[in-house]
């Protein structure tokens, strides 16, 4: 077992090395002073100093994270109704019906979501653009959600919904003092995890943006295409830093959340 143990420690650190070495290679030519990743030259600041002041990417990273936070906030809402009413369908063929459609949102190709959207924005007449972006966004988000919030209501005991009803609770009251209060860790996992595949999304982004309009993921690959600058790199490991704050954060609210008393529910 001991042999077994250290093995997969091996495989482990193997498998994570493979994952962020590009990364921190990425990272480290952000600083080159000599604007190639071929040899490191010196160390320098001009690269992200490039970056805050190029007013049109800051206009494009703003977009980025409006659009990131309002579809989180908003999917996290629908998603969390969305869960509730799937764990209370009473009919079992039902609640595997919605379940499945649930799921099969989750896993189909980005390519096919974002072509989608695209024929179903020019049916209806939907300028591409900001709400075009934020709607699909959202719709994409919600599966997500109903996913990280339906374990915790799945956990919970009917017991504590039959007390507080005993109690004469209504079902307003019931969903905010007792339901909301237990699913909050799910919640937070959904809203986070939802912030984190808008601000990474690129392909149905793609497809539903318009001109004028332009999200990090669109604008780092219209960069690219038009030739490596050491600028991508810096905005590349801006966007690591900050998208390993928000799961940090996420961890240690987690933690604090589990160590305090009272997570089973609240009181009437």
């Not at 629908?78 to 869960?83: D, E, K, P, S």
């Not at 001109?211 to 966007?239: C, D, P, Q, V």
Request: avoid cysteine; proline fraction near 3%.
């Amino acid at each position: 077992m001991a042999k077994l143990s250290k093995t997969a420690k091996v495989y482990l650190v193997l498998v994570f090395a493979i994952l962020y070495a590009p990364i921190f290679y990425l990272i480290f030519y952000s600083f080159n002073s000599g604007g190639t990743m071929s040899s490191f030259e010196g160390f320098t600041w001009e690269h992200y100093g490039a970056v805050f002041n190029d007013t049109r990417l800051l206009i494009i990273l703003m977009n980025t994270v409006i659009i990131a936070l309002l579809s989180s906030l908003i999917s996290t809402a629908i998603g969390v109704l969305g869960a509730i009413g799937i764990v209370f369908l009473r009919n079992r063929k039902t609640r595997k019906a919605v379940l499945s459609l649930n799921t099969i949102l989750i896993v189909s190709p980005d390519v096919i979501i974002g072509a989608s959207f695209l024929i179903l924005f020019t049916l209806v007449g939907v300028k591409l653009g900001f709400a075009s972006v934020l709607i699909s966004h959202i719709a994409f988000s919600i599966p997500i959600v109903v996913i990280m919030v339906l374990p915790k209501l799945q956990e919970m005991s009917r017991s504590l919904i039959d007390a507080a009803t005993d109690l004469g609770a209504s079902k307003r009251d019931i969903l905010t003092r007792v339901i909301i209060p237990y699913i909050k860790p799910g919640i937070f996992a959904g809203f986070f995890l939802a912030l984190t595949y808008s601000l990474d999304d690129f392909a149905v982004t793609f497809f539903v943006t318009g001109n004028g309009f332009s999200t990090l993921s669109i604008e780092i690959y219209s960069m690219a295409r038009a030739g490596i600058t050491l600028t991508i790199n810096a905005l590349s490991a801006l966007i690591f830093v900050v998208t390993l704050g928000l799961v940090l954060g996420y961890y240690f609210f987690n933690q604090r959340a589990g160590q305090s008393p009272g997570t089973g529910g609240a009181k009437l």
